[in-house]
């Protein structure tokens, strides 16, 4: 854990915020999302790597140049958003607390970090305040870590469930888009399918192959991610550790601490598909109390973050192109699971956009629950 200073920020003024990784996909992102939910800010600062120093971005109706990152970039910051991978956020996120900044941490470097909050403000958001995190000069800068996209979106629409039932088992399977990997892998999905489409005979391999080394275009793979002892690769391991923190199930804090006592059996398997930028889950339920397919729909009609898609005569369901730069994560095919007993086994089919709720709207959330504890404690 890196050393807690305390905030840096003063409540006479709106935090000074810092994007790291301002130029990727999450990044611009991040730009979009506090412009469009008028986040206060007193200054924006936008880091990343050498390449881009002097490149300029565009915010809101402000054009605004960007640093390099430096070891000496959060000595005026009080909210740092990063996102430009692990590596970074473990070099540069425990500099960046130093200083007195609170960060929001994008990458999974610190995620099962004991003392690390990981935060879906819709499902834990008192997460935040038992860390003591935040921006007031009485509590601690500190990080707290936003999920894994697949994770976050999976519990946006199982959390309600689970309150209400008792999810004991998820068997998930996910179908994930370009945008996870990065803007360099969004650029060649599109010129892969350039390179496809003018092939002789049409839809052809490709050339180009430096962000997966094989072909995306018209085709789909296990996900990129190294696999592990026992099969499984990291993104699929990462859902299943991820949802056990959030849902405060941690092995080592036993059943016992949950609200449910369940610790939720998980098992996942993660696969890319030639999507651009939103990811689609398949999820079957199986749940301790009864939870029928009506009262579920009922549930998630509710739930916040979340749109009911679920039209059975129009065959109308959630699709990744339509979940695509929206707010919300979209949940149909709600459906009896025939397998299990009746009422203790559904079916759902989920879309959600990776960029967006899986990354920086997620973050931004996050950032904006610490504004408003600041003006509860007051
Ligand atoms: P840059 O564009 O200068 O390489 P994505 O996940 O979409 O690929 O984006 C990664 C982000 O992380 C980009 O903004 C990228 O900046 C940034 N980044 C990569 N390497 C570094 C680095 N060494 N220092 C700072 N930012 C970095």
Known sequence: MPAQASSSFSAARAPRVAIVGATGAVGEEFLRVLDQRSFPMTSLKLLASARSAGK???FGDQTLTVEALGEHSFDDVDLALFSA??????????LAVKAGA???DNSSAFRMTDGVPLVVPEVNPQAVTEAGIGLRKELKAGIIANPNCSTIIMLLAVNPLHRFAGVERIVVSTYQAASGAGAA?????EQQTREALSAPGGTGTVETQDVFGMQYAFN?????????????????????????KIWNQDADQGAAV????????????????????AHAESINLTFRDECSELKASELLR??????????????AFPTPLQASHQDDVFVGRVRRDLSQPEGRGLDLFVCGDQIR?????NAVQIAELLLERRGAER
Do not use: W
Request: charged letters at 20%.
């Open 56 to 58: 300029t971005l565009s």
């Open 85 to 94: 991978g692990g590596s970074i956020s473990r070099e540069y996120a425990p």
């Open 102 to 104: 609170v960060v929001v």
């Open 185 to 189: 892998a969004m650029r060649e999905l």
């Open 220 to 244: 789909l793979f296990s996900h990129n991610s190294p696999v592990e002892m026992g099969g499984y690769n990291q993104e699929e391991l990462k859902m299943v550790h991820e949802s056990h």
């Open 258 to 277: 949950s609200p449910e006592r369940i610790r939720t059996g998980i098992t996942a398997t993660c696969v890319r598909v030639p999507v651009m930028r």
């Open 302 to 315: 509710a739930a916040p973050g979340v749109t009911l898609q679920d039209d059975r005569a129009a065959n």
């Open 357 to 361: 709720k899986g990354a920086a709207l």
